[in-house]
């Protein structure tokens, strides 16, 4: 298989955004990267940092926060992006997509606000007490498909390359650690190497933690916010998310990026909605 290159893989293709006037662009949200009916949150995330990275003088999300207000289907869609601030080393915008509901009302889905800058511009000084995730090799993890039947296997799962770390899939054969961890290896299926943007992604495309603390069924988030910390080398990247506290029908997500080089590139925090049985 030829290696799709950035800017060519699916990934691009599918968070594209056509300009249609000044801050405001179409996109296309594609039903390759749902789980169930609903349009994966990391990949919204992605096709709105794309719009801003149109609209602000920066190039790369440092920060990007995202409130997810309704779910997002597979079809139309409508971004509007504008820039809030812009100085030296970084700028600051805001954006959103809407849809169309049944009745052909415009229903926003998701709202966000992020700053940018550019991160080949940061210093290399490096002072850090974390490490990266113990994960067996890669050809010795679980590949998210192994052991579904294929006729339930989520759409999004044929667009991404995710071998998981079999310490942390006790829940697929229902013997969940209750420890809240999930752990893997994470590419594009078509060989494209990360950017900024799919780190984006990444924070959001691992099975839910709630697995592992016993609870099935979607998780769907409320809030999501990402760190970008440095452009990340070619080659999967490392992905550790991890729950510490579940409490009134809710849960927090912590996850940590790594690339091939053990560089600590991207951070994140969400807070989901548990469906308690």
Same mark, same amino acid.
């Given at each position: ?75 139309? *869609? ?41 991160? *080949? ?150 807070? *989901? ?5």
């Amino acid at each position: 298989m030829t290696e799709a290159t950035i800017g060519a893989g699916a990934f691009d293709r599918d968070t594209a955004v056509t300009a249609r006037e000044e801050g405001v662009y179409g996109a296309e949200l594609s039903d390759q990267w749902t789980i169930g009916n609903a349009v994966n949150g990391g990949y919204l995330l992605a096709l709105l940092g794309r719009a801003l990275g149109d609209v602000l003088p920066h190039p790369d999300p440092f920060t990007i926060t995202a409130h997810y207000l309704t779910a997002s289907r597979p079809g139309p *869609a409508t971004v509007r992006a504008a820039t809030v601030r812009v100085g030296r080393t970084l700028s600051t915008g805001t954006a959103s997509l809407a849809q169309a509901d049944e009745e052909g009302r415009e229903v926003e889905r998701i709202r966000v606000l992020a700053t940018y800058g550019d991160l *080949a511009a940061l210093p290399d000084d490096v002072r850090t007490s974390v490490k990266p995730p113990q994960i067996p090799p890669y050809e010795q993890c679980l590949g998210a498909k192994d052991g579904m039947d294929p006729a339930n296997v989520p759409p999004i799962t044929h667009q991404v390359d995710l071998r998981l770390d079999p310490a942390t899939v006790g829940w697929a054969v229902g013997e969940p650690s209750g420890r809240g961890e999930v752990r893997g290896w994470f590419g594009l299926a078509d060989g494209r190497d990360h950017d900024p943007l799919s780190l984006l992604l990444a924070v959001d495309a691992l099975p839910p933690t709630a697995f592992d603390l016993g609870l099935s069924g979607w998780v769907p988030t409320v809030e999501l916010t990402v760190h970008v910390r440095h452009r990340p080398a070619p080659g999967p990247v490392r992905v550790a998310i991890t729950t510490r506290n579940l409490a009134g029908g809710f849960l927090e997500e912590d996850a940590e990026v790594w690339d091939s080089q053990d560089r600590l590139v991207a951070q994140s925090r969400q807070l *989901a909605r548990a469906l308690l049985d």
